[in-house]
């Protein structure tokens, strides 16, 4: 075999054929009486991957979180991990640990007594559960507060000791629920890399549920996008944001600008898409042939977009004119909602590159503005 | 100076507010109190009422103070007091823990039903404080007598040819006091297990512990202040209680508060009542302020 491509898939796993998934969800379905949480899901996550499931609420990713940890038995299908088939094994019988959302330390346990906890359970000599979490308190830099109780503490003190906890068992999978939701922006970002750094170090495969997309984005390897008890796309935040495969997709990460259409023509690199209200037709970039007359959308994300005062002289792009509704202005960068000629708001954004006296933005509300987009930067969709 | 007039009622009314209360415990307990130590300091003789008065007259200008512990010795004294008083504590402190081995496993299956189902039991545990508490002591009368119903129903069924003796024993006492007192053990355990996260119990188990585990490291401790706060409402109470033995046991099991009844009433020897009650109060006062102190700590919490 040709083991030079082998460094090619040391970060991107589930691209080596040659590559056993660390966990094989198969066929999982989970159902409360007639309402079906989990669907039929198939999934394979790659040792060492910080996998995030991403979804809204009610979407299944907590109670498929759930069924990873043991506290839910699947109503049909297999759970394996690490070549072990675990579905009908208890929580405290698997290698596996978890960080709730609610942190859930033991209120009557100092911070020392809580990490060591499932080290005490698994009956190890005291000296060696001592030395493991002191070198855990030390590795999450809480070891001045060992000997306090969690009331003692502030919200991301607490945060890093349920961590340590989860930690220190040196777990095969590490589950985390909403690990960053109750922290205010700073310290998300703060924790959002010890979280990342952390994995790296310990080579812990992390399972993370979060309705935060940005906090998707930022942590994990590859993200599962779920809805309605199934998944919609799974990939690398790249993937899911720039190449999204349904409507859904595209808008529940990020923004974008949709626009409704029936295909015109194709030549198997660039589309033409008529959309009503429009004179010109669109030119997407997509590969495939879609026959003529399909139905489709068109997503433009608001960074995509030129935003300029004055006609646009590049030649290549689709353009469209617009007034400007409103400004929404967020520091490092602005965002416009233009009304289009027919009367639909779309959204685009532009860094504030300079730095005025007086704050002029490129363009001012009830301005007449041009916009324009790349080919390849619209994403053609078929769902 | 309106203003400051206004200002003085304003946090004067928080004073007004507090002082209600007080004059209310003022008059029904401490005042009460006063009045029964007073009686238990003073001699026994026969007259309306039937004990020396505190002060008495001796000429236009002198008054004597009439004090005697002769009712704290008699009772140090004779053995039946001291033996009523420990078997008073033995019964107390075993049906204390009877209600506690009864009351904690459906206390805590209250606190995990489905919320109609608690809403239910919950009723059941406080529906019988809606009865007359004397018509449920008399119908367990009726239920444990020789002629009773449980016997005739053992008898009909086959199960025994002779009543089995249940009435005027030390068992029907117990039976009595765990039955009555039993809510009072299952309302503070059930509040305080209300309480538990769930999440802790998952979080238990997650890091290896099995079921027993979790229970006797986590639910335990931290229902401990519930398990206090039951034991103490169903300790204190019952260790004074007077109805129930009476009835149910009839002569035959000795508490401190029938002791204290005969005294009162069919001696007449209301110095010695008195100075029975005061040892009564004395010997809980220390269980008391222990659930006051856990009472305020819960509610700083």
Known sequence: MDTGSKPDFEDRPWLDPDQQPFIRIQGITKSFGPFVAVDNVDLDIYKGELFALLGGSGCGKTTLLRMMAGFETPTSGKISIDGMDMTDVPPYERPVNMMFQSYALFPHMTVEKNVAYGLKRDGLPKAEIADRVSDMLSMVELSAFSKRKPHQLSGGQRQRVALARSLVKNPKLLLLDEPLAALDKRLREQTQYELMSLQEKLGVTFVVVTHDQEEAMTLSTRIAVMDQGYFVQIGTPTEIYEYPETCFVADFIGSANMFEGRVRETDGKVCLIDVPGFEQPFQVEHPANIPVGAKVWVAIRPEKLLLSPTPITETGLNILKGIVDDIGYYGNSSTYRIRLQDDRIIQVTHPNQRRPRDARHVADWEDMVYLGWEPASGVLLTK | ?301
């Open chain 2, 1 to 301: 100076m309106w203003r400051r007039l206004g200002e003085q009622l304003q946090s004067g009314w928080k004073v007004i507010v507090v002082l209600i209360p007080f004059i209310w415990l003022l008059l029904f307990f401490l005042a009460p109190f006063f009045m029964v130590l007073k009686i238990s300091l003073a001699e026994s003789v026969i007259a309306s009422p039937p004990f020396k008065p505190l002060l008495q007259w001796v000429s236009d200008s002198a008054v004597s103070i009439n004090i005697v512990f002769d009712n704290f010795l008699f009772i140090w004294e004779d053995s039946l007091y001291l033996d009523t008083y420990l078997n008073s504590i033995k019964i107390s402190l075993i049906s204390t823990i009877l209600c506690l081995i009864i009351g904690y496993p459906i206390a805590y299956a209250i606190v995990r039903a489905t919320p109609t189902a608690k809403n239910v039991f919950l009723l059941m545990v406080i529906l019988p404080f809606w009865t007359s508490f004397l018509l449920r002591v008399y119908a367990w009368m009726g239920l444990l007598a020789d002629q009773g119903t449980i016997n005739n129903l053992l008898i009909w069924l086959g199960i025994i040819d002779e009543p089995i003796r249940m009435l005027y024993t030390e068992f029907a006492v117990y039976v009595g006091i765990v039955y009555t007192y039993l809510p009072f053990m299952i309302l503070p355990l059930y509040a305080n297990m209300e309480k538990l996260d769930i999440n802790l119990l998952e979080a238990a188990a997650d890091l290896g512990a099995k079921p027993m585990m979790t229970f006797l490291t986590v639910t335990l401790p931290l229902t401990v202040p519930g398990i206090i706060a039951g034991s103490l409402l169903v300790f204190i109470p019952a260790t004074g209680e007077y109805v129930i033995p009476d009835l149910l046991g009839g002569g035959n099991v000795l508490m401190i508060g029938r002791v204290l009844y005969s005294e009162f009433n069919a001696n007449t020897d209301w110095p010695v009542a008195s100075a029975v009650a005061i040892v009564l109060l004395f010997l809980l006062v220390l269980p008391m302020m222990l659930y006051q102190h856990i009472q305020s700590r819960e509610s700083e919490s």
